[in-house]
């Protein structure tokens, strides 16, 4: 095993190069050298602590023993109601990306099913037209709360959002708290404070986008925003404020044709979807 002066590299080597140069200028080396010997130490620590926190990640990192055994077991099982005849090698640009993917992202079960799916649309002869090269990208680009959302979505392509603005008496206004909603608590999010960021990511990734101009048809939707506890608490806090009028803007998330697209192949289980 290596010694452990070796893993602190060059900042290591760059106590060393100090100290060497001091060696050559005599007058300096009593004020110097026990700086560049406490430098040494520091960083030594330093890479020891990081090497220690980096360990864990090394074991998220699948050997291709792991993916071999995950397809053979995920990707199997999804394909099973597929005929033989109309199973293939999946495109080697959707296929080789996906796979090296799930080196780094198997250990996430969320997105994990996400790449399985992909991979078993891809090889199914009936489905493989739809199996868009560009989803792995946007996996990746995913955190499984972001995974979550998408499945959630899958039973309704749109959903309620609210601004809450506050107007001062000039007519000038700040949106205090955007993009409003429970989606992080009705996906079941691990961080639901983050659903407003999500969102943002999902828009970005051309999954589903923000559209301002329209609304739920139903009021109970917002109702129920507006209700919620800490949404309430928010909403009674700022109306307290004297001389500020608080608005509640009203509009909803619509889930792109990409995006449904998208849910088809990577998010509905291969097992139920329609082969058209």
């Excluded at 979550?148 to 749109?158: A, E």
């Excluded at 999500?198 to 048809?217: A, H, P, Q, S």
Aim: hydrophobic fraction near 40%; glycine fraction near 6%.
């Amino acid at each position: 095993m290596p010694d452990e002066t070796e893993k602190s590299g060059t900042y290591t080597d760059a106590a060393k190069a100090i100290a060497a140069i001091t060696e050559h200028v005599p007058v300096y080396r009593d004020a110097i050298q026990p700086a560049a010997q406490e430098l040494g130490k520091g960083l030594h620590l330093v890479a020891k602590a990081v090497n220690a926190a980096l360990l864990p990640v090394e074991g998220f990192v699948w050997g291709i023993e792991q993916v071999r055994g995950f397809i053979h077991e995920k990707v199997v099982k999804k394909l099973e109601n597929v005929p033989p005849e109309d199973i293939q090698a999946p495109k080697a640009h959707i296929g080789v990306p996906a796979i090296e993917a799930l080196r780094y992202t198997g250990s996430e079960a969320e997105l994990a099913d996400l790449y399985a799916n992909l991979l078993a649309s891809s090889m199914d002869r009936k489905t493989a037209f739809s199996a868009h090269p560009g989803f792995v990208d946007m996996i990746k680009n995913m955190c499984p709360d972001e995974a979550k959302i998408m499945k959630f979505l899958s039973g309704s392509f749109c959903y309620p959002l609210i601004d809450i603005k506050i107007t001062e008496p000039d007519n000038s206004f700040n949106v205090a708290h955007r993009h409003v909603s429970l989606l992080g608590i009705d996906s079941l999010c691990k961080n639901p404070p983050f659903a407003s960021n999500y969102i943002d990511n999902l828009e970005r990734l051309g999954l589903i986008v923000v559209r301002t101009e329209v609304r739920m048809k139903a009021e109970e939707p917002y109702k129920r925003i507006e209700e919620y506890p800490q949404i309430a608490g928010i909403l009674a806090d700022l109306r307290k404020i004297e001389g500020k009028k608080i608005e509640v803007e009203k509009f909803r998330l619509e889930v792109t044709d990409l995006g449904k697209q998208f849910i088809r192949v990577c998010v509905i289980d291969k097992e139920t979807q329609n082969r058209g």
